[in-house]
């Protein structure tokens, strides 16, 4: 099998990694040149620049994830709809060079009448499988719009998308609550098991956010805490809508710091989370490729 | 009974009217010195160059609702823990001048460990009870942080906060959605009953508000359309929470278009709304008087 060369080409970052014939990873490089970060819009000239020293062993393939393939970026490789698994993706590869150079398109989902999509996750999510050895589970991928997927015999069935991340940028340094709240203090564990139970009351997350306010008025919490309360709640309401696996496991992909928080939410549902990072980015390309 | 000066000082602006002793409206004013727009703290001087000529009048006493008896306010009058009704605030007014100038104070509520607390909108209840000559029923008072209180006996015996209306600005101003929509576009009705239906499938405002930018991104709400449905997800969320009167009536108390949103959504519940605007705090206050 010929070398690849994986990119994750994301709206902030382009992250590329240069792997042998097994698919073990050999060099990593990045830089700050996300999609909404390309100058003049030359994707063809940042890929060069970037990547053309790794292109040029003869028969070397590159297929490139994320957000260069959504309209905003190099070319739009449009969603696949799920189910789907990396069959049905190394069908649809778009390429731009053929047989040399592909974008992986997204996946979709439908819910009643309205629609989902993820960009870029897929591709974690089937590399996960692979470095798990697993055809089925529930995924979970945090961050600013975080998606859960279910997979069954190697195909995403369906996934959610929820903005929990964005929510809480916009209530921390935004809102009222931004006030009495340090949106950068560390994690305070028994503040943040405090907001995800109460996300399970019933009363709603329009309602329980005003909370974190009137606990500060009343020096119930301080903006440390506060910080730590309102991620629980968060995190606690997006765990609350999911069908979760009591006593199973969900595989989590993404940033140890913020996985370790779902984690511990998911903890106290006797749920527990095995976790990847970046290597599930170049497994995922690889499975493509194979 | 002496003539009533009776005033709203809220966050952002001031309004006052004079009452006859039979407590009709003989004039109203207002100016944009809410509590946070008052030149060096000067809360007094203020009173008195808006209100000393209506104060003139020997006996004349004034009642001033709302922010301004908060910490940031003029003085702190401290909150009155549910269940309260007229009685109850009558006697834990705060005198600034005894006999002549009051502070209401607020009213504040507990569920589970977490505090609630309201400033101006129990005046607003209690006039629309009088207005309405009800002693009880479910009142919502919408706004940036609508109010939900129940009624009982005359007495308010339980109320919720939820932060609709700066949800709303946060999300169509400073989140991904604001791409893609026109927040100031006027209402659009079917869109608006989408979403308010859409609230109601169970899978929560962090993953249904990514449905703006999805049902968006593939061409199925425009931009004015956006904003109708974002607005209708948000209330029909609000509503999702309440344990609403079947076949019954909801008291609004605000704007007249904020009121008739929630009319609207409230009117797919089969739920009927009574809406009462300014004149609501008159006779708020002047009930407190008598």
């Not at 830089?31 to 994707?43: H, K, M, S, T």
Request: charged letters at 20%; a negative charge; one cysteine or more.
């Amino acid at each position: 099998m010929p070398h690849l060369i994986a990119v994750d080409w994301g709206t902030s970052a382009l992250r590329g990694a240069r792997l042998d014939a097994a698919g073990l990873v050999l060099e990593e490089k990045s830089a700050p040149l996300g999609i909404l970060n390309v100058p003049n819009g030359d994707f063809a000239g940042v890929f060069t620049s970037m990547f053309s020293d790794w292109m040029k062993p003869a028969g070397t393939v590159c297929l490139i994830s994320g957000m260069a393939g959504s309209r905003q970026g190099w070319i739009e490789a449009p969603y696949v709809a799920c189910p789907a698994g990396p069959d049905e993706l190394r069908r649809r590869l778009h390429w731009i060079e053929p047989g040399r150079i592909a974008l992986v398109p997204g996946l979709s989902d439908e819910q009643g009448d309205v629609p989902d999509v993820m960009r870029g996750e897929e591709v974690q999510i089937f590399g996960a499988m692979r470095l798990a050895g697993l055809a089925e589970g529930l995924f979970v991928l945090p961050g600013t719009h975080s998606k859960w997927a279910t997979v069954r015999n190697g195909r995403v069935t369906g996934f959610r998308t929820c903005m929990t991340g964005e929510f809480y940028g916009l209530l921390s340094q935004h809102s009222i609550l931004a006030r009495t709240l340090e949106a950068d203090a560390p994690l305070d564990e028994a503040a943040f098991l405090r907001g995800v139970t109460c996300a399970g009351n019933g009363e709603g997350l329009l309602h329980n956010a005003f909370g974190v306010r009137a606990l500060a008025l009343f020096g119930r919490l301080s903006p440390a805490e506060s910080a730590s309360y309102l991620s629980g709640l968060l995190i606690g309401e997006e765990l609350h809508l999911q069908e979760l696996p009591a006593g199973g496991k969900v595989i989590a992909i993404g940033a140890p710091a913020l996985a370790a928080r779902y984690a511990l939410a998911l903890g106290q549902r006797r749920v527990r989370v095995r976790t990847f990072g970046a290597e599930a980015t170049w497994a995922g390309l690889s499975a493509l490729q194979a």
